[in-house]
């Protein structure tokens, strides 16, 4: 355990350095990453405890824990900090119950669960928020999992109708819109064919490759 808190203390301590030379130093960069981190691992601490005890939350106390655990707030952090647009405002943000983040947030756990929760069962892990509301509500899994997917279709329209309000009345800076939004976006990429982070030999692989590496034939396109 020291030997993994001395690398994420150095590396933290790197990508601050490295961002507020390349951004300027109006803001604690290094104080809101120590920040981030230090609740994301409290927040692991939590489940290690539940598991431990053999414990299984309702899915209202769950969700309350692993909104910090599901790292959307440290992805958010880094990233905001990493554009070079950020005020102490905005990164503060991040770390209230401000609407938008907090569907973020929603919407990283749930896709997370729903991608990793049966190898996460076969291995003993803490429970997620499927088998959470499965136990509370005493149905199957299988209607545990549709009603994770209602809520992230729930969240998703909220999320739209924030980013359309924004838009009419500048309720929030562009730049903290654009970067919560498109962290939601990364985590139903990699989550919407199953574990396409842990598991890297799915669809989610294809994706990446022919985005990034595969070229694109133009004349193909063009004659179809």
């Given at each position: 355990m020291k030997t993994c808190f001395q690398a994420l203390?150095?590396?933290?301590n790197e990508i601050a350095y490295d961002i507020q030379e390349l951004n300027g130093w109006q803001v604690q960069a290094l104080l809101h990453m120590r920040k981030a981190w230090a609740g994301f691992c409290k927040a692991l601490f939590v489940e290690a405890k539940w598991y431990n005890k053999g414990y299984s939350p309702s899915l209202e106390e769950y969700l309350s824990n692993a909104l910090i655990s599901s790292g959307a707030i440290v992805i958010s952090i880094h990233t905001m900090l990493s554009v070079g647009s950020a005020d102490e405002k905005i990164i503060n943000l991040l770390g209230k119950d401000e609407d938008l983040a907090y569907n973020i947030s929603i919407i990283t756990r749930l896709y997370n669960d729903l991608g990793t929760s049966m190898a996460e069962k076969e291995r003993g892990d803490a429970p997620s928020s499927i088998h959470c509301y499965a136990r509370e509500m005493n149905v199957s899994e299988k209607e545990a999992e549709e009603h994770i997917k209602n809520m992230i279709n729930n969240t998703w329209k909220k999320i739209n109708g924030q980013c359309l309000n924004n838009q009419s009345?500048?309720?929030?800076?562009c730049s903290f819109v654009k970067v919560t939004t498109n962290v939601a976006r990364m985590v139903q990429c990699l989550y919407q064919f199953g574990d396409g982070f842990g598991?890297?030999?799915?669809?989610?692989?294809?994706?990446i490759i022919s985005l990034l590496i595969e070229p694109f034939n133009l004349d193909k396109t063009a004659k179809d």
């Open positions: 203390y150095d590396i933290t009345h500048n309720l929030l800076p598991i890297q030999d799915r669809e989610t692989r294809n994706h």
